[in-house]
């Protein structure tokens, strides 16, 4: 049970760092030419592809897990609330 807690704890602070170094990005590149863009376009890509989605997938994989390891999880609207909402952000 605790390294399925410690999962989801390292995968949502993965998300958290994603979503941070993202708006990093988009607030301090002002690209001025196509090609400053795509450079943008290219950053955003990385930091999504290597940060955010497997951190996200992570954190719901883990989460679902921890649902079954900890049966009392089963019993609470919140646990499967947080557990749509996962899904959906996926």
Known sequence: RKTVKI??????????????AYMVLLVVATPTSAEAYAGLR?????VSGYILVPSLAIGLLSGLVSMLVHSPFL????????????????
């Open 7 to 20: 999962l989801h704890t390292v995968a949502a602070a993965g998300l958290i760092g994603g979503l941070a």
């Open 42 to 46: 290219t950053s955003l890509e990385v």
């Open 75 to 90: 019993d609470k609207g919140w646990v499967w609330f947080k557990a749509l909402l996962g899904i959906l952000m996926f």
